[in-house]
């Protein structure tokens, strides 16, 4: 099989897949590829959440767990999400970091909380992380990552002596080609969406672009926008300033 025609091959499998799981997100105003289950998001999930609370020290001071619990009931509140169970936890790292999980667990590093100066920082990363559940973006990237999984393995199974190389490079162009850009476009729609919940639940949204500047200055890593899964800073700085903007708040 030549090159040609296995990139051929790859683009129809990717399209077939793309045709038959398109769902349309109201919120998001565009279509998502889903083909993993909810269900099986929320009970990994859930495993990950009693994982990492066994395996990472966990903060016992009352004050930043009060504090992260605030914001974040707050937020959820705005993003019509308080209908769900909200678990909450501050974990001793110096790294400023914060994830959510599909089954509405928040966790945020220490070094977060002492960078963020005040709730309406905090409000923003909080808010950027119930956006990903508001998007469903841990199904979508789950989806994406199991439909490049599947063609990448038929297109190999049918390369012969070319399967090795077309393993490597495909695995490759699938990466940069589409799973990092659509992380970048993630991570650029939970900035949206938490400017958003913020905004709704009382916090001052310019504070977003200024925990985001504070980011930019302490950034040790100078990987590269293209090949990174989050936007450069100045790319995120510079769409939150234009989306601000265009709500007019301050």
């Not at 051929?8 to 990717?14: F, I």
């Not at 009382?202 to 100078?222: C, F, I, N």
Request: charged share 15%; net charge neutral; glycine share 8%.
């Amino acid at each position: 099989m030549s090159p040609k025609s296995l990139l051929a091959t790859l683009l129809l499998g990717a399209g077939v897949l793309t045709l038959g799981a398109c769902a349309y997100n109201e919120t998001l105003g565009r279509n998502q590829f889903l083909i993993v289950d909810d269900s099986s998001l929320i009970q990994q999930s859930q495993a990950a959440w009693a994982e990492t609370l066994r395996t990472q020290k966990v903060s016992n001071n009352a004050a930043q767990n009060a504090r992260v619990r605030r914001v974040g009931d707050r937020i959820v509140q705005a993003a019509r999400l308080s209908d769900r169970h909200w678990d909450y936890a501050v974990f001793e790292d110096a790294t400023p970091n914060a994830f959510v999980l599909p089954s509405g667990h928040i966790g945020v590093t220490t070094g977060l909380l002492n960078m963020a100066r005040n709730d309406d920082q905090l409000a923003t990363v909080i808010g950027h992380e119930v956006g990903h559940v508001v998007a469903r973006h841990a199904a979508e990237r789950s989806s994406t990552n199991a439909a490049t999984g599947l063609v990448l393995g038929a297109v190999q199974s049918q390369a012969g002596d070319y399967g090795q190389a077309v393993q490597a490079f495909g695995g490759l162009g699938a990466q940069l080609g589409v799973l990092l850009p659509f992380s970048r476009s993630h991570e650029l729609e939970a900035d949206r969406l938490g400017v958003d919940y913020l905004a709704a639940a009382g916090y001052k949204p310019s504070e977003a672009v200024a925990l985001w500047r504070t980011m930019a200055q302490q950034r040790q890593s100078s990987t590269p926008q293209f090949a990174s899964t989050h936007p450069s800073d100045q790319t995120r700085i510079a769409a939150l300033e234009q989306y601000i903007a265009s709500r007019g708040w301050n």
